[in-house]
């Protein structure tokens, strides 16, 4: 129980408090159940949206409502970590001074564009599954975003003074990783009626730039980071969201 606590104080602003301690196998535990407190998150999320669009908002404003509640009720710590992390990126200066620039704690203008960028996608790609429908997609995206905590978290190094990232690197497994992956790719196929291929493409794509991110984020800041987590669930979320808000023909 000490795992499941510890992931929902950490991820999530509800009233769990987590164990006094923790250390790493603690916080191993924690981020290994992290795809059950994103589902948590997506029902929430795909209710409000079906509440909102029941109630009269537009498709747009329900979006980006939806959007805002989950940044409130994860702190905004994961758009905060992927401003961070693309202010880092795009400071071209040695690992040292990426990592100086941020935990500076202000935003720079690749922060702020990225920020931008990310809300619109994910209010934009919301409000279009909406307006199909789509509501278990919507608790799918959600969810992807904290499976790609558990790939992350993977044979990544922390990075120096990187306190959480010392904690959390390089604790899950193989197994964790590919069960989590698959679990989700095969919930997947319900995500888009009469187009079963849709939502594990949408995973699998999501999944995969957020791996991809990660590991070059390691590269150029000498590991893991929470900030870099942050970032893979804000990236993963909004791209699996866009596949899946694809209008295709079925097949």
């Known amino acids: 129980m000490n795992g499941t606590r510890l992931a929902i104080s950490w991820l999530t602003v509800l009233p769990v408090r987590g164990p006094d301690a923790v250390d790493r196998a603690a916080a191993g535990r ?112 959600v969810a992807t975003g904290r499976v790609a905590v558990i790939l992350a978290c993977r044979g990544v190094p922390a990075a120096p003074g990187t306190g959480f990232g010392v904690l959390v690197a390089d604790t899950q497994s193989a197994t964790a990783a590919a069960f989590w992956s698959v679990t989700t790719v095969g919930l997947a196929v319900f995500a888009v009626p009469r187009c079963p291929w849709l939502g594990p493409l949408a995973v699998a794509l999501g999944l995969t730039a957020s791996t991809l991110l990660v590991r070059h984020c390691a590269r150029r800041f000498g590991g893991l980071s929470g900030d870099v987590l942050g970032a893979a669930v804000e990236t993963t979320v909004a791209l699996t969201a866009v596949v899946l808000s694809l209008t295709v023909q079925p097949v």
């Open 30 to 141: 924690a981020i290994l159940l992290a795809p059950l407190v994103g589902a948590l998150l997506g029902a929430g999320a795909a209710g409000l949206l079906w509440a909102l669009s029941r109630a009269g908002a537009s498709a747009a404003l329900a979006g980006l409502l939806v959007v805002g509640a989950l940044a409130l009720i994860t702190r905004g710590m994961h758009l905060d970590g992927l401003a961070d992390t693309l202010d880092g990126l795009g400071s071209y200066g040695p690992p040292e001074r990426a990592r100086q620039i941020m935990k500076s704690g202000g935003a720079g203008p690749f922060g702020v564009a990225g920020l931008a960028f990310a809300i619109g996608i994910q209010a934009f790609s919301f409000a279009s599954l909406a307006d199909s429908g789509r509501w278990f997609a919507v608790a799918l995206a």
